[in-house]
């Protein structure tokens, strides 16, 4: 008699597949110009699951992938994200966008707002076919969501290819974060009010309220603590923030934000911060996208998603070049300003990941408007640093443009 092997033995397994199949991808085929390691980590997620591995290997990846085994990638995949957006929203600085908010508000509305309206327009095209929608959607929840989703921004992303690019801690860096710190308070509100159940409303505004006074309280305690102290208070508040917005129906991650979003970075050195941020994404967060490439279906048929990535990846790259274009000429930026900066802000990577993850888990959209919007983020992506790069080298003055 064959033994069955615990799920512990299981387990390790998917761990080391996990991390080195990206790893022997990023390294052996040298992908690191178009796809840093993040990125081939959200691909090796999609491989991985049911619509590649599933079909091509159907007993392996039953065998690899039990219930038990996805059980337990499961609770690391949700802390490792709750970890992820609670630093996102830490590194917000609305202080400087406010020091310059007409600059910040126009280049930032008109970012988010076109491609907004153009994956509106594209969701509502997906909408009059069958299979798109989620089973417990509305249909302005499912345009509204799919919208902003080809909207979002991934600033945690943006960080990283603005330090290969070497423009992080440059002017024309900074006012990226500015605008792109914008777009994320703007993205987390909208989830919140697509989220929004009538029937738990009370629920839910009493959890906003409670947590204003907690945070005033939090963020009190959090200027009498030492730095050391203040990182584990961190943790306890972010899952009490987490905690919360589930119980009350709005998800975990918006609690998770939110958690971050009234933190101020001074009260962490930038130097741990930074560390932090990528020990998260080098050690949890590929479970994590492992986890969302569970999900990926194909069950419209492979030429189906194909055309409708292709809709969305055009409502969402057309929309922010188009955004920053119009807000370049009300400002009076320079020639090739705008097409630099609408690539680096049309970066979608994680953020996008977390946010439609939140839609398929409300049922708001089908998993294959997951699969689409999924291989949207990532195409669109991996164009950034190969159309950025030679740009910045024909206009090396721009990198020093504060405004």
């Known amino acids: 008699m064959t033994a069955v092997p615990a799920t512990t033995e299981v387990f390790l397994v998917a761990m080391g597949v996990i991390f080195l199949a990206p790893y022997l991808i990023w390294r052996g085929l040298r992908t690191d110009y178009y796809a840093p390691l993040v990125v081939v980590q959200i691909i090796a997620g999609v491989l991985l699951g049911p619509g590649i591995l599933g079909r091509a290997f159907p007993d392996y990846y ?19 994200v709750m970890l992820f957006v609670c630093v996102a929203g ?56 799919v919208g902003m989703a080809c909207a979002v921004t991934a600033l945690p992303v943006l960080i990283v290819l603005m330090e290969r690019l070497e423009i992080l801690r440059e002017p024309l860096g900074q006012r990226l974060l500015r605008y792109a710190s914008l777009d ?36 009190a305690l959090m200027r009498s603590l030492a730095e050391a102290d203040r990182w584990y208070v961190a943790l306890i508040w972010l899952v009490l923030c987490s905690w919360g917005a589930e119980w009350c129906g709005l998800h975990f991650m918006v609690g998770a934000f939110l958690s971050g979003a009234v933190m101020d970075a001074d009260w962490f050195q930038r130097t741990e911060m930074d560390r932090f941020r990528r020990y998260v994404v080098f ?11 569970l999900r990926t279906n194909w069950g419209v048929g492979g030429v189906a998603i194909v055309l409708a990535t292709a809709l969305l990846g055009v409502a969402s ?19 090739g300003e705008a097409v ?23 049922n708001l959209i089908s998993q294959e408007t997951f699969t689409a919007l999924l291989l949207m983020a990532v195409i ?24």
């Open 380 to 403: 669109s992506t991996m164009l950034t640093v190969p159309m950025v790069a030679p740009r910045l080298k024909e206009a090396r003055e721009l990198i020093g443009r504060s405004v």
């Open 90 to 145: 830490i590194e917000l600085d609305l202080r400087q966008v406010w020091a310059r908010r007409r600059e910040s508000g126009i280049t930032a509305a008109l970012a988010l707002g076109v491609p907004l309206v153009l994956g509106c327009l594209a969701a509502a095209t997906l909408l009059a076919r069958p299979g798109w929608i989620g089973s417990q959607a509305h249909d302005w929840q499912f345009v509204a969501g």
């Open 184 to 219: 994320d308070v703007a993205i987390w509100g909208v989830l919140a009010i697509i989220l929004l159940d009538w029937t738990r409303l009370g629920w839910q505004c009493g959890f906003l309220l409670v947590f204003a006074l907690s945070a005033w309280l939090f963020r």
């Open 62 to 80: 039953t065998y690899v992938f039990s219930p038990g085994v996805v059980a337990a990638l499961n609770g690391i995949a949700w802390w490792a």
């Open 340 to 362: 630099i900066i609408g690539w680096l802000l049309q970066t979608k990577g994680l953020i996008m990941l977390v946010f439609v993850s939140v839609l398929l888990d409300k």
């Open 317 to 335: 790259v057309g929309g922010k070049l188009l955004g920053t274009h119009l807000a370049g000429r009300i400002l009076g930026w320079r020639r």
């Open 283 to 293: 050690a949890f967060m590929p479970v994590y996208f492992l986890s969302a490439g």
